[in-house]
């Protein structure tokens, strides 16, 4: 079992930037497929991006692309998400969370396949 932990939310205006951190709690003894989701009030908890086990894949939502990028710590099961172009709309809490689902060069991005998560670092984009 792994505990997560975020840092790094936070205001901004429209057009700016905010880099997300996860990091485990304790000592992990395996690695941990891993992404970065996110839910704003009223709306289901979605997946925004992704990273596979080794680390060689990722996998963005549509609407961040070009904008959003993450990347693994050099640290196990530690993760970035570099927000930039940051729009009203990217108002949310992140969340990070970890898969005990292994494939090699394969992000998972569904809610269903992960089993730890953090406890959330707020976001806050005004226009």
């Known amino acids: 079992q792994v505990q997560l932990v975020e840092s790094g939310g936070g205001s901004v205006q429209a057009g700016g930037s905010l880099r997300l951190s996860c990091a485990p709690s304790?000592?992990?003894?395996?690695?941990?497929?891993m992404g970065w989701f996110r839910q704003a009030p009223g709306k289901e908890r979605e997946g925004v991006a992704a990273?596979?086990?080794?680390?060689?894949?990722?996998y963005y939502a549509d609407s961040v692309k070009g904008r959003f990028t993450i990347s693994p710590g050099n640290a196990k099961n530690t993760l970035y998400l570099q927000m930039n172009s940051l729009k009203p709309e990217d108002t949310a809490m992140y969340y990070c969370?970890?898969?005990?689902?292994?494939?090699?060069?394969?992000?998972?991005?569904?809610?269903?396949?992960?089993?730890?998560w953090g406890q959330g670092t707020q976001v806050t984009v005004s226009s």
């Open positions: 969370a970890a898969s005990l689902r292994s494939t090699p060069s394969r992000p998972y991005a569904v809610v269903s396949d992960f089993q730890y």
């Open positions: 304790g000592s992990t003894y395996r690695r941990y497929s």
């Open positions: 990273v596979s086990i080794d680390g060689g894949t990722t």
